[in-house]
């Protein structure tokens, strides 16, 4: 049987997601000071080693980084509404790049957009929670 990771390309593909995402993270305005790293190489190969897992590629995430815990790791930035916005306008920019099947695309669109919004923590221009603390009830 043969996996989405497979299907769409391996390896390949997943770095080009990954390397046009980040092409326009670097020059966004509300989206690059979330990354503390001055070189977002670090940040590419985990986002590229999450997602070729979680589609069934290698399994190096897990073996370097443990349990994926994406509402944990990534509590400590004030993920608003705004911010989500920015992130998937940046990944559909990068998912449209690929030339991926209908499928495929709406595949892997539809976990991206339900990753992204089941991250926000925060209302627009409020800040992370301090650990601890209930994430704002209404935060669109």
Known sequence: MTSFYDEMGGEDTFVRLVDRFYDGVAEDPLLRPMYP???????????????????????????????????????PFPVSPAARDAWLRHMRDAVDSLGLSPLHEQTLWDYLDRAAQSLVNTVDGGQAPMAGQAVPGHLD
């Not at 980084?65 to 990534?74: Q, S, T, V």
């Open 37 to 75: 790293e001055q070189d977002l190489t670090g940040a590419k190969d985990r986002l590229r080693m999450f997602l070729v897992q979680y589609w069934g590629g290698p399994k190096d995430y897990g073996a370097t980084r443990g349990h994926p815990r994406l509402r944990i790791r990534h509590a």
